[in-house]
């Protein structure tokens, strides 16, 4: 399993409204793993999915969280202590409810879930943010009355060649593919990829070679296999796969509601976690990338898995329990890929754990 984590520091969001502490810096143990909480703050209400800025530039270091409110807004917070500190407050994104954030071609992008939207606002030399410079409203509904009456963006991230933003849409069974102008802002849209009907799209990772990537559903606990063209903007499905290993479970009281889909940095394995059965499957992928196969599935050391997150080395996962407010760490045999668990850090309703 080797001894280094290859970050020591982590991050990890919270729900305020729910007594979560905000946004807590902990401590990473680089031989096992462990996290030990350093400091919190409430600065910025319900902070549930957090990025780091990379690089040397002035946003290097900076940390930005979404604020899942109705109005909505994002911010960025200077994690140079102990205890992130707010840069510039909080910056509305005209869009309700953002659960999830992206940096790409000097903006960051949050995904509106209760609008149905996705905004982009330039981030400043300085790494604060500036006012939203535009908002792509998504259309569309699907057939699940009581999850797909309308839009609601779920995720927002760059493609690994760095020239195309995805967007995933829950409401809508689909994924968005959106070119940003980097000077203005704009996200000019490009095409849109439906995907089966009901089945509400949540989140999506890509394979380290970047051909393929892996949708999660969250209405049903499947996952759809895409290949990814680059060069032409184009996601293509071409398969739909289970994540639990003996299909969806048949009572309505035992229903899955996967919400993390992570794909390992050797291409070899998919892991999803797993809301109502409480667990952390485990997929093989084949050499090509494009077989999914269900293994197994382990307990995620808690209750609601909201998130589900590597370590830089992948030698770890830890998932962000969110109704038994705890972030639990497992060790990932390398041959099998199925997690072992090594330990758990109290955090009232978590919702996302990243590393920097």
């Not at 992928?285 to 494009?290: K, S």
């Not at 969110?322 to 639990?328: F, H, I, L, Y």
Request: proline content about 10%; charged content about 20%.
């Amino acid at each position: 399993m080797g001894s280094d984590s290859g970050a020591t520091r982590a991050f990890i969001g919270s729900f305020t409204s729910a007594g979560g502490p905000g946004i807590t810096v902990a401590a990473v143990d680089a031989k096992s793993g462990a996290l030990t909480a350093l400091g919190a703050t409430d600065a910025v209400p319900d902070p549930s999915y957090l990025a780091l800025g990379r690089g040397t530039g002035p946003a290097g270091g900076v940390l930005y969280a979404v604020s899942e409110t109705e109005d909505g807004a994002a911010a960025a917070l200077d994690v140079t202590g102990d205890v992130p500190r707010p840069v510039d407050g909080t910056r509305p994104v005209d869009g309700g409810g953002p659960t999830h954030l992206a940096l790409a071609g000097g903006h960051l992008l949050t995904a509106n879930y209760n609008s149905g939207s996705v905004t982009a606002l330039p981030v400043r030399a300085d790494g604060s943010l500036g006012p939203a410079a535009s908002v792509l409203r998504h259309e569309g509904s699907g057939p699940n009355p009581d999850r797909q009456r309308s839009p609601h963006a779920h995720q927002v991230l760059p493609d690994p060649s760095g020239n195309w933003v995805l967007s995933v849409d829950l409401g809508t069974d689909s994924v968005r593919i959106c070119a940003l102008d980097p000077a203005t802002g704009e996200l000019r849209p490009h095409g849109e990829t439906p995907l089966r009907p009901g089945t509400g799209p949540r989140h999506l990772a890509f394979h380290p070679a970047g051909g393929h990537a892996y949708v999660l559903n969250e209405l049903e606990p499947t996952v759809t296999t895409c290949r990814w063209n680059a060069a032409a903007g184009v996601l293509e499905p071409v398969g739909e796969t289970p994540v639990l290993p003996d299909g969806a479970p048949a009572d309505s009281d035992a229903a899955a509601y996967p919400s993390e889909v992570v794909v390992s940095p050797d291409g070899r394995f998919l892991w999803t976690a797993n809301r109502g059965p409480d667990s952390i499957s485990v997929l093989a992928l084949d050499p090509t990338g494009e077989r999914v196969t269900p293994v197994t599935a382990v307990d995620c050391g808690g209750h609601w898995p909201r998130d589900l997150a590597l370590d830089p080395t992948g030698r770890r996962l830890y998932a962000a329990n969110e109704r038994s407010g705890n972030v639990t760490w497992f060790d990932v045999d390398p041959e099998t890929g199925v997690p072992e668990r090594a330990g758990s850090l109290d955090v009232p309703a978590a919702s996302c754990v990243i590393f920097g």
